[in-house]
Structure formats: C-alpha cells, structure tokens
C-alpha cells in the first residue's frame, strides 16, 4: 500500500460525458501528479501541482483540467469523452525535493463507450 | 524528453541474479536516474536511483557507468514476484519530476 488513494477504482461512461477522478496524497506529501497509462501510449504525464499551484504540464489535452485543494487532495476533470480517453489513470504523489520517491496510486480505470 | 533505451523484454529463472540494462547517452551532468517497476495491474513502483556511484537498497542494486551513459539494475535472486515491467528514467533540472516512462522491459521470472 503506497499510501496514495484514488476513486473510483473503475469508471464507465460515454462519449461526451465528463468524469471526476480523485486523488488523496500521502500524509505530508505536497506534489500531486497525474499521469495516464493507455495500452498504444504507455505511461504518459499529464500534469503537476504542488501546494495547490500547478508546476508543470504535460501531454494533458485542453479536454482535461485539475487541481489541488487546501486540504491537498487533487482531481482530474475529463469533459467531451472520446473512446480513446479509455486508459488507466494513476496518481502520485511525492515530497518536495526533486529526488523524492513518486508513491503512485492504484488507478482508476476509465472505460468510455 | 530524456531518452533511456531499454529491451522490450527479458526473462530470468527464479532465484538466480537478473541484470536490466538502460541507455542513456544523452544523460546530463545533473540528472538523476531512477528505476520504477510496475506489478500486473498495479501502479508503478520505487525501485532504486543514483545520481553516479552505485548503489544498493533492499530490493536491487544499481550499477552506473563511469561515463554514466549507461547503467545496471541488478536483482540479486529473481522471485516470482519480480515479474513486472521496469522503466528506467532520468530526472533532472530540465524536466524536473515529470518523467518521462519508455515502454520498459518487461521481465518474466520462470519457476
């Protein structure tokens, strides 16, 4: 157990819908990092926050958006789903140095039909 | 992006020594590099990482090229539980903690 939660575990949904998923550091841990597996791209990343402040983008599409709260927790916003937005997508999360451990979570499953 | 080349796959017997090798030519003076591994239906994992001198933890060794444009994971007695696929990965100044995970090598342990 990394320490990092995330739900839902699996979610199932249809073209142009918009999905929430969530994200729950580990205790202390100020970055939050989301990233998205799919089975043609691998592992991509998608986007940092640290503290509540975005730090860096990645291959993350206009469709989708985050953020941090106050209370450190993230979420992944996903709007006009398309099928190929179906993959795994995990976050992790880490303390503030740059050779700090990423400890990922166990993912949720988005299935777009 | 930071470009580390690994084999697609490799494959080990159980309780013998596997060595996971990664390239990375274009390393730069203050990049790190990291090893992550990733279980079947899993989120990745910390497996080890150095910046030039080798290191050692619990779970595997890591060897560095001299000219730290290569370098060696080493599992000292593969278990059925080492199965998965491992990313080598540099972090550094350019990219910060954004990695950047390749396909990986993806090792099966045989009984």
């Known amino acids: 157990d990394s320490g990092v939660t995330q739900t839902p575990k699996h979610l199932i949904t249809a073209t142009g819908q918009r999905v929430t998923l969530r994200c729950s550091p580990r205790?202390?841990?100020?970055?939050v990092y989301w990233y998205q597996q799919s089975l043609d791209q691998g592992l991509q990343f998608l986007i940092q926050y640290y503290n509540g402040e975005e730090r860096a983008k990645g291959n993350i599409l206009e469709r989708f958006s985050a953020q941090q709260f106050p209370d450190l927790h993230s979420e992944l916003n996903l709007s006009s789903l398309e099928l190929g937005d179906s993959a795994l997508y995990f976050c992790a999360s880490s303390g503030p140095h740059s050779t700090d451990t990423q400890y990922f979570g166990p993912g949720t499953r988005l299935t777009v039909l | 992006d930071a470009k580390t080349t690994q084999p697609n796959s490799m494959e080990s017997n159980e309780e013998e020594p596997v060595h996971l090798p990664c390239n990375h030519s274009?390393?730069?003076?203050?990049?790190?590099i990291h090893w992550y591994r990733q279980l079947p239906s899993q989120g990745p994992e910390y497996v080890i990482h150095g910046l030039t001198s080798n290191v050692n933890n619990r779970m595997a060794s890591l060897a560095i090229a001299e000219d730290r444009k290569s370098s060696t994971l080493i599992l000292h007695r593969a278990t059925l539980r080492d199965a998965a696929v491992y990313y080598c990965?540099?972090?550094?100044?350019?990219?910060?903690?954004?990695?950047?995970f390749g396909p990986g090598t993806r090792l099966s342990v045989l009984p």
């Open positions: 274009t390393i730069s003076g203050t990049d790190y």
């Open positions: 990965i540099l972090e550094g100044p350019d990219y910060g903690q954004n990695f950047v």
């Open positions: 205790s202390g841990d100020l970055s």
